[in-house]
């Protein structure tokens, strides 16, 4: 099991951004990926990067508003919000899967989450 500890969420208002943190101990081949889940709706997939080369993956709800990166000297992984709207307010998770991709029913390891919050 991975260890993974997201931080970085907090209460911020529309328009604003954020930038949110993924600290663990990746492994080669291995990808890293972005969900959130607002209050009484289902888990989704943001974002995800291919540990090796950087190769980001976005979902299309996001609109090309958020941008996810990592720095391996770091162990971190980094998802950028722009322009955030009340719609995004949820908690975000990292997780971690074998392979490029990630996907709910692949991840391997998820850490504990982080509350984001958009007042309008």
């Known amino acids: 099991q991975v260890q993974l500890v997201e931080s970085g969420g907090r209460l911020v208002q529309a328009g604003e951004s954020l930038t949110l943190s993924c600290t663990g101990r990746i492994r080669t081949n291995w990808a890293v990926g972005w969900f959130r889940q607002a209050a009484g709706k289902e888990r989704e997939f943001v974002a995800s990067?291919?540990?090796?080369?950087?190769?980001?993956y976005y979902s299309d709800s996001i609109q090309g508003r958020f941008a996810v990166s990592r720095d391996k000297a770091a162990n971190t992984v980094y998802l950028q919000l722009n322009n955030l709207k009340p719609e995004d307010t949820a908690v975000y998770y990292c997780?971690?899967?074998?392979?490029?991709?990630?996907?709910?029913?692949?991840?391997?390891?998820w850490g504990h989450g982080t509350q984001v919050t958009v007042s309008s």
């Open positions: 990067i291919t540990w090796n080369w950087g190769t980001p």
């Open positions: 997780a971690t899967a074998p392979g490029a991709s990630v996907t709910i029913r692949t991840v391997h390891s």
